[in-house]
């Protein structure tokens, strides 16, 4: 037996029963009658010994139904709950998964809002130490939130009430679910228990609860023994249609022309018929109506394949703004086929105005180098010498900017404007990099094939006779690598942006591949963007915002999907990231002077959107099956009980009492 609040009893009790029992010894004040018979002098003596004070109390039915009453009333406040888990107190960690497929609606109102249902019921049976309890100890129990990054709600505590707000404090999101950070994070704090449970710190290690649908991505790299971790499976249903791709970019020949491709899949066993419809700024510009087949259950493995179907629009004249491509609810969708989840369904794109960029290249003297970047659509090429670029007034550049990219072709010049550069050769001096030594006969070893600067670029056979090994700073990218030291990299310093290849690319054998005009376009236009613009526009879930080239600590205000106007400051350097992007939709930036800038964020993962629920998951080999039924009670609350039997004696002493007065 447990007494939640046994002091709240004792304090009422305190007060009650003796104001109950003053009731029957306090005398009554009477007034002199004159009467006209003493027939009723034996009825008057009766009445007054009964109303004497300080008397033994007689017997009296009404005044026992009444202390009954009384003590079921206090006994409910004091909270009576029987237990029905016995052994010694143990330390608990909730692992609630808040990622876009606990959004689903299958189970009402959503998944995550039955996970924390299931949550609450687990704490509410949780051991507690009270006055009266019979134990020493209590259970400890911490909640962590989890979706690609996690999050500590509450510290192990035997506090239902803190436990409970901090199951109800967490908020859904779009990101995907990663539970290797929550593991690692859990066992930290297992292991260093705080002083409230300082007393458990040599006791077997925290039971791990998982509340998810098993839609997690990283299983293969957790590893838990056997009886460590419990799983409650959320969710029934995996009827989903949603939106796994998009992608708008404008035509090489034509920049005014913009060709539009997404990809929608369908999760259920059913071909859906539907609407998919593109707008650009909140303007529908066509509705088409698609079929989208079944999904495809591949052997041996019995793996899933959703059902695809590509979609793609083009629309002439374009100018700038945001291109959206929603699936819409069809209202007469049968009931076999419905949507569960709502977050993919639509995508955005940060459409950016059509634009040539203006590049000036600075060299002694190279007409490959020259020739390649003639081949890209530039709206202005210019060359000059080393000579001719260090004369002129660097700050008149930086505050006037002529050009979008400028191109260094072996020359390291006394000051830097602040611009975009594409480093051929030695890199400059001011941005932390150093060449100590030039090296021979190297051969890339690897490159980031998804980086913009290098995409479709294929740097197989690039072989150097001669190159610089680059020292690079800690927050420098790299973009590929010889054998010895990196062959391109991507640094920002001063409000600038230095796309460098440390060689000459006449001492390559690069000019003869026909990547190497394809990488002169990527870079210019990469690099086109970098510069007091943003970074990316199009994100997906839990990528931060990053701009660059914004005047240091300057004020920005950021809103978004269920939030306004939170703001920030640049860094000293003039960067801003800003990493709360964990629901999809738009983020406006509004910087002083500026325009709004404006950054798209997409969920746009076919894992995520599958949202059948995984009744066994497999950690590193090791499968754990989800419990049959869900959380129940483990505790019996017996204050309702107390209740009713003080409303049964309270209408029995009403009844006696009227047969007493009765005439």
Not at 274 to 300: G, K, W
């Given at each position: 037996?447990?007494?939640?609040?046994?002091?709240?009893?004792?304090?009422?009790?305190?007060?009650?029963?003796?104001?109950?029992?003053?009731?029957?010894?306090?005398?009554?004040?009477?007034?002199?009658?004159?009467?006209?018979?003493?027939?009723?002098?034996?009825?008057?003596?009766?009445?007054?010994?009964?109303?004497?004070?300080?008397?033994?109390?007689?017997?009296?039915?009404?005044?026992?139904?009444?202390?009954?009453?009384?003590?079921?009333?206090?006994?409910?406040?004091?909270?009576?709950?029987?237990?029905?888990?016995?052994?010694?107190?143990?330390?608990?960690?909730?692992?609630?998964?808040?990622?876009?497929?606990?959004?689903?609606?299958?189970?009402?109102?959503?998944?995550?809002?039955?996970?924390?249902?299931?949550?609450?019921?687990?704490?509410?049976?949780?051991?507690?130490?009270?006055?009266?309890?019979?134990?020493?100890?209590?259970?400890?129990?911490?909640?962590?939130?989890?979706?690609?990054?996690?999050?500590?709600?509450?510290?192990?505590?035997?506090?239902?009430?803190?436990?409970?707000?901090?199951?109800?404090?967490?908020?859904?999101s779009d990101g995907i679910s990663s539970l290797a950070e929550a593991i690692v994070v859990a066992r930290a704090f297992a292991q260093s228990p705080g002083v409230e449970a300082d007393y458990m710190s040599a006791e077997e290690p925290a039971q791990l609860v998982l509340f998810s649908d098993g839609r997690i991505r990283d299983l293969d790299q957790i590893v838990v023994s056997s009886d460590e971790l419990i799983f409650h499976c959320i969710g029934e249903s995996q009827q989903n249609v949603a939106v796994t791709a998009m992608q708008a970019r404008r035509s090489y020949e034509n920049p005014e022309e913009v060709n539009v491709f997404a990809t929608l899949s369908n999760y259920g066993q059913e071909q859906v018929t539907c609407d998919v419809q593109l707008s650009i700024n909140n303007n529908v510009y066509a509705v088409r109506s698609v079929t989208i087949p079944p999904r495809i259950i591949l052997e041996p493995k019995d793996t899933v394949r959703p059902?695809?179907?590509?979609?793609?629009?083009?629309?002439?004249?374009?100018?700038?703004?945001?291109?959206?491509?929603?699936?819409?609810?069809?209202?007469?969708?049968?009931?076999?086929?419905?949507?569960?989840?709502?977050?993919?369904?639509?995508?955005?794109?940060?459409?950016?105005?059509?634009?040539?960029?203006?590049?000036?290249?600075?060299?002694?003297?190279?007409?490959?180098?020259?020739?390649?970047?003639?081949?890209?659509?530039?709206?202005?090429?210019?060359?000059?010498?080393?000579?001719?670029?260090?004369?002129?007034?660097?700050?008149?550049?930086?505050?006037?900017?002529?050009?979008?990219?400028?191109?260094?072709?072996?020359?390291?010049?006394?000051?830097?404007?602040?611009?975009?550069?594409?480093?051929?050769?030695?890199?400059?001096?001011?941005?932390?990099?150093?060449?100590?030594?030039?090296?021979?006969?190297?051969?890339?070893?690897?490159?980031?094939?998804?980086?913009?600067?290098?995409?479709?670029?294929?740097?197989?056979?690039?072989?150097?006779?001669?190159?610089?090994?680059?020292?690079?700073?800690?927050?420098?990218?790299?973009?590929?690598?010889?054998?010895?030291?990196?062959?391109?990299?991507?640094?920002?310093?001063?409000?600038?942006?230095?796309?460098?290849?440390?060689?000459?690319?006449?001492?390559?054998?690069?000019?003869?591949?026909?990547?190497?005009?394809?990488?002169?376009?990527?870079?210019?236009?990469?690099?086109?963007?970098?510069?007091?613009?943003?970074?990316?526009?199009?994100?997906?879930?839990?990528?931060?915002?990053?701009?660059?080239?914004?005047?240091?600590?300057?004020?920005?205000?950021?809103?978004?999907?269920?939030?306004?106007?939170?703001?920030?400051?640049?860094?000293?350097?003039?960067?801003?990231?800003?990493?709360?992007?964990?629901?999809?939709?738009?983020?406006?930036?509004?910087?002083?002077?500026?325009?709004?800038?404006?950054?798209?964020?997409?969920?746009?993962?076919?894992?995520?959107?599958?949202?059948?629920?995984?009744?066994?998951?497999?950690?590193?080999?090791?499968?754990?099956?989800?419990?049959?039924?869900?959380?129940?009670?483990?505790?019996?609350?017996?204050?309702?009980?107390?209740?009713?039997?003080?409303?049964?004696?309270?209408?029995?002493?009403?009844?006696?009492?009227?047969?007493?007065?009765?005439?």
């Amino acid at each position: 037996m447990e007494w939640l609040t046994p002091m709240t009893a004792l304090y009422a009790a305190a007060v009650s029963v003796p104001l109950l029992l003053l009731l029957y010894f306090l005398k009554l004040k009477r007034r002199e009658q004159i009467v006209s018979s003493t027939l009723l002098w034996k009825r008057a003596v009766q009445d007054l010994q009964v109303n004497a004070p300080f008397q033994r109390l007689r017997r009296n039915i009404l005044l026992f139904l009444q202390l009954l009453v009384l003590i079921a009333i206090l006994l409910a406040l004091a909270g009576p709950i029987v237990s029905l888990i016995a052994g010694p107190a143990r330390r608990y960690v909730l692992l609630i998964d808040r990622s876009a497929s606990m959004n689903a609606t299958d189970a009402r109102p959503t998944r995550l809002e039955a996970a924390k249902e299931q949550a609450r019921i687990f704490i509410d049976s949780l051991r507690s130490k009270t006055f009266f309890s019979l134990r020493d100890q209590s259970d400890q129990t911490m909640v962590i939130a989890f979706d690609n990054r996690s999050k500590v709600m509450c510290n192990f505590t035997s506090d239902k009430q803190q436990l409970i707000r901090a199951v109800e404090a967490i908020t859904p999101s779009d990101g995907i679910s990663s539970l290797a950070e929550a593991i690692v994070v859990a066992r930290a704090f297992a292991q260093s228990p705080g002083v409230e449970a300082d007393y458990m710190s040599a006791e077997e290690p925290a039971q791990l609860v998982l509340f998810s649908d098993g839609r997690i991505r990283d299983l293969d790299q957790i590893v838990v023994s056997s009886d460590e971790l419990i799983f409650h499976c959320i969710g029934e249903s995996q009827q989903n249609v949603a939106v796994t791709a998009m992608q708008a970019r404008r035509s090489y020949e034509n920049p005014e022309e913009v060709n539009v491709f997404a990809t929608l899949s369908n999760y259920g066993q059913e071909q859906v018929t539907c609407d998919v419809q593109l707008s650009i700024n909140n303007n529908v510009y066509a509705v088409r109506s698609v079929t989208i087949p079944p999904r495809i259950i591949l052997e041996p493995k019995d793996t899933v394949r959703p059902g695809k179907l590509a979609v793609d629009f083009s629309l002439s004249k374009a100018e700038a703004g945001v291109l959206e491509v929603r699936k819409l609810q069809d209202s007469n969708e049968p009931v076999s086929q419905p949507d569960y989840m709502s977050c993919d369904d639509a995508a955005w794109a940060i459409l950016s105005p059509p634009k040539k960029l203006s590049v000036l290249m600075v060299t002694g003297g190279n007409s490959v180098l020259e020739a390649a970047l003639q081949a890209c659509p530039l709206a202005r090429l210019e060359v000059q010498t080393p000579a001719q670029f260090d004369a002129r007034d660097p700050n008149a550049i930086s505050v006037e900017p002529e050009y979008d990219v400028i191109v260094l072709d072996n020359h390291v010049p006394p000051t830097l404007p602040k611009c975009r550069y594409l480093v051929f050769g030695r890199p400059p001096d001011g941005i932390d990099v150093s060449a100590p030594e030039e090296l021979e006969n190297q051969v890339i070893v690897d490159w980031r094939t998804k980086h913009p600067t290098l995409k479709y670029v294929d740097l197989t056979n690039l072989f150097a006779a001669k190159c610089y090994r680059m020292m690079l700073p800690r927050d420098a990218d790299v973009l590929a690598e010889f054998n010895e030291t990196p062959a391109l990299a991507l640094v920002r310093r001063n409000g600038s942006t230095f796309l460098l290849a440390g060689f000459d690319v006449l001492q390559t054998n690069w000019p003869f591949e026909t990547g190497f005009v394809l990488f002169c376009y990527n870079a210019a236009s990469f690099l086109g963007t970098q510069l007091g613009q943003d970074r990316d526009a199009n994100l997906q879930v839990g990528q931060p915002i990053v701009v660059d080239g914004l005047q240091g600590e300057t004020p920005v205000q950021i809103n978004g999907p269920g939030f306004s106007g939170i703001e920030i400051n640049t860094g000293s350097s003039g960067s801003l990231r800003f990493p709360g992007t964990d629901r999809i939709g738009l983020y406006r930036l509004s910087i002083p002077d500026q325009k709004t800038r404006l950054f798209a964020v997409n969920l746009l993962d076919q894992k995520e959107s599958n949202i059948e629920p995984e009744r066994e998951i497999l950690l590193s080999g090791q499968p754990v099956e989800a419990e049959e039924q869900d959380v129940s009670r483990a505790n019996l609350p017996l204050w309702p009980y107390l209740v009713g039997l003080a409303l049964l004696l309270v209408c029995l002493e009403w009844i006696i009492y009227n047969r007493k007065v009765r005439i």
